[in-house]
């Protein structure tokens, strides 16, 4: 894996040696951007993956007519005297 202060770092390295500051710094942006693209895209697809192999979790509406929606309380779940 490639951190970005080590690239940062190989990248100071590199514009000691060649004197192409500009030039190193943008390739250097490219290569994390495009890093960066394709690790989030690998987690979409992962993500899509995992999302059609399990099934959807639905919760059912209470049975009971005039259940408590706060179980605490009210809203917030502040205790609401009666």
């Known amino acids: 894996m490639v951190s970005y202060r080590e690239l940062m770092r190989q990248g100071q390295s590199l514009t000691v040696y060649t004197h192409l500051l500009v030039q190193t710094y943008l390739i250097i942006a490219v290569v994390y951007v495009v890093i960066n693209f394709g690790l989030s895209q690998l987690a979409s697809r992962i993500d899509r993956r995992l999302q059609r192999q399990r099934p959807s979790v639905r919760q059912r509406p209470s049975s009971r007519r005039g259940a408590m929606q706060h ?12």
């Open 71 to 82: 179980p605490v309380g009210g809203p917030g779940g502040a205790i609401i005297p009666e």
